[in-house]
């Protein structure tokens, strides 16, 4: 069985087994925030429930790394928007355009990334905006840092306990570093 482990802010941010998730929480480092309602941990003294979600008490530590280049960041970045049209673009209806098509030569890059709607998107298509005669709202660039936001888009994986889809989002999808 594995634990999940939140950040101070309740950010998912790995699965360990449960005996590490034990020691952390004797440590003192974490807190059980769920737990699993069939499975016990017994000692000779000492009986609880086994940990489903953990969350560390104090804030993690990563250093100075500036903002990662993911999906999430581009859209948080374009501020919901799409950089053509203007109008406010869901999670789900959001798709990320190469103002530069890579059959041009365009990289996968701060610089070359935007959200864009759907229909845009595809109006554009393997065109650069003038090519498709489209004008680029804001020029495309590595932001400095992003506001917090609260994202509300959930990954349900078969096999995960249900205890952790309310902290599970499309980290996958969003949060994973694109390519440089």
């Known amino acids: ?7 101070q802010s309740y950010e998912p941010v790995a699965r360990i087994p449960w005996q590490r998730a034990i020691m952390l929480l004797v440590q003192g480092k974490v807190e059980v925030v769920e737990e699993y309602e069939d499975r016990v941990i017994r000692s000779v003294t000492v009986e609880l429930r086994m940990p489903s979600v953990i969350r560390f008490v104090r804030a993690l530590w990563k250093g100075p790394r500036g903002v990662r280049f993911s999906r999430e960041n581009v859209y948080q970045r374009d501020q919901c928007r799409c950089q053509y049209c203007g109008h406010k673009v869901t999670r789900p209806e959001a798709t990320y355009d190469h103002v530069l098509p890579r059959a041009q030569g365009g990289r996968t890059s701060w610089e070359n990334i935007v959200i864009a709607c759907v229909p845009c998107n595809q109006k554009k298509g393997n065109r650069t905006p003038a090519q498709a005669r489209m004008t680029l709202r804001t020029v495309p660039a590595k932001p400095k840092r992003l506001p917090d936001a609260l994202v509300v888009s959930f990954l349900v994986e078969k096999g995960l306990p249900l205890s952790w889809r309310k902290f599970l ?4 999808y969003w949060h994973t570093e694109l390519e440089a």
Do not use: G, H, I, K
Request: no cysteine; hydrophobic share 55%; net charge negative.
């Open 1 to 7: 069985m594995e634990t999940l482990v939140l950040s």
């Open 169 to 172: 989002r499309d980290v996958a």
